[in-house]
């Protein structure tokens, strides 16, 4: 199982974690204790009147917070979407390693090594058998921007207005299986059907900035200004950017961006 999947099933276990069967009967049963409590005594009707008048007036402004909530989450997108789930590049990640190795190695005083890591970097993003440009997202908080980010790391969680059903948990069991069953776009199709509430959180690193700074940094060691080629490298570390968007927000890759 190669390292975008691993990623995402463990994404998707951590959600049948929080929506397990013991959660959801506890749910239903606090749900069946409050309208049990509502009932009308009639010793006590004019005082239960009151309260349940105070309790339906919580009921609706929590309601229309949760409403208002929802209706952020769910605004449309700006930018080109897609329906299946973003495929991330293991090259970027490689790429933030070697950077990070070619730091330690300048902090050493090893040259040679930070040269070599310098190498590595460069050719993880240009020297691999992916194109890379069908991976390239656009900065979803931006609408001027082409796509040019490369996505190397995902996570996703339940939205802060989802609430557990029946339903839900039997969607969540289902999209688990087909995860494990290396089927990410089934799943994620079975959630959206569902209407799972879902966040999706991606990082993203520039392709051709950073190649750009890894000259940059390699010429910097050879004229043995270590203290710029550090800071060269550090910038490529602090472009990476984390955006976060809805199931149904799902920036498209390549072409389609």
Same mark, same amino acid.
């Given at each position: 199982?190669?390292?975008?999947?691993?990623?995402?099933?463990?994404?998707?276990?951590?959600?049948?974690?929080?929506?397990?069967?013991?959660?959801? @009967?506890?749910? &239903?049963?606090?749900?069946?204790?409050?309208?049990?409590?509502?009932?009308?005594?009639?010793?006590?009707?004019?005082?239960?009147?009151?309260?349940?008048?105070?309790?339906?007036?919580?009921?609706?402004?929590?309601?229309?917070?949760?409403?208002?909530?929802?209706?952020?989450?769910?605004?449309?997108?700006?930018?080109?979407?897609?329906?299946?789930?973003?495929?991330?590049?293991?090259?970027?990640?490689?790429?933030?390693?070697?950077?990070?190795?070619?730091?330690?190695?300048?902090?050493?005083?090893?040259?040679?090594?930070?040269?070599?890591?310098?190498?590595?970097? @460069?050719?993880?993003?240009?020297?691999?058998? @992916?194109?890379?440009?069908?991976?390239?997202?656009?900065?979803?908080?931006?609408?001027?921007?082409?796509?040019?980010?490369?996505?190397?790391?995902?996570?996703?969680?339940?939205?802060?207005?989802?609430?557990?059903?029946?339903?839900?948990?039997?969607?969540?069991?289902? &999209?688990?299986?087909?995860?494990?069953?290396?089927?990410?776009?089934?799943?994620?199709?079975?959630?959206?059907?569902?209407?799972?509430?879902?966040?999706?959180?991606?990082?993203?690193?520039?392709?051709?900035?950073?190649?750009?700074?890894?000259?940059?940094?390699?010429?910097?060691?050879?004229?043995?200004?270590?203290?710029?080629?550090?800071?060269?490298?550090?910038?490529?570390?602090?472009?990476?950017?984390?955006?976060?968007?809805?199931?149904?927000?799902?920036?498209?890759?390549?072409?389609?961006?």
């Amino acid at each position: 199982m190669n390292t975008s999947k691993k990623i995402v099933v463990a994404a998707v276990a951590g959600l049948m974690a929080t929506t397990s069967l013991g959660s959801i @009967t506890a749910y &239903a049963a606090g749900s069946d204790a409050t309208t049990a409590e509502k009932a009308p005594d009639a010793k006590n009707a004019t005082g239960d009147a009151v309260e349940s008048a105070t309790d339906e007036t919580a009921i609706d402004a929590e309601k229309a917070k949760v409403e208002a909530t929802k209706s952020t989450s769910d605004a449309k997108a700006t930018y080109a979407t897609q329906k299946t789930l973003l495929k991330t590049a293991d090259e970027a990640l490689a790429t933030l390693t070697h950077v990070h190795a070619a730091r330690m190695a300048l902090f050493d005083n090893d040259m040679d090594v930070a040269k070599a890591e310098v190498t590595k970097a @460069t050719k993880a993003l240009t020297e691999g058998e @992916t194109d890379l440009t069908a991976l390239h997202v656009a900065d979803t908080e931006k609408t001027d921007t082409k796509a040019e980010y490369l996505p190397f790391d995902m996570s996703m969680m339940l939205s802060s207005t989802f609430q557990p059903t029946k339903e839900s948990k039997a969607a969540l069991e289902k &999209a688990n299986a087909q995860m494990q069953g290396g089927d990410q776009d089934s799943a994620i199709e079975t959630l959206r059907i569902a209407s799972v509430d879902l966040n999706i959180s991606a990082a993203l690193l520039p392709d051709a900035s950073s190649m750009e700074t890894l000259k940059q940094a390699s010429k910097l060691i050879d004229d043995r200004d270590y203290f710029e080629a550090n800071l060269a490298l550090k910038s490529i570390e602090d472009s990476v950017i984390v955006r976060t968007f809805g199931i149904d927000a799902i920036p498209a890759q390549g072409n389609a961006g």
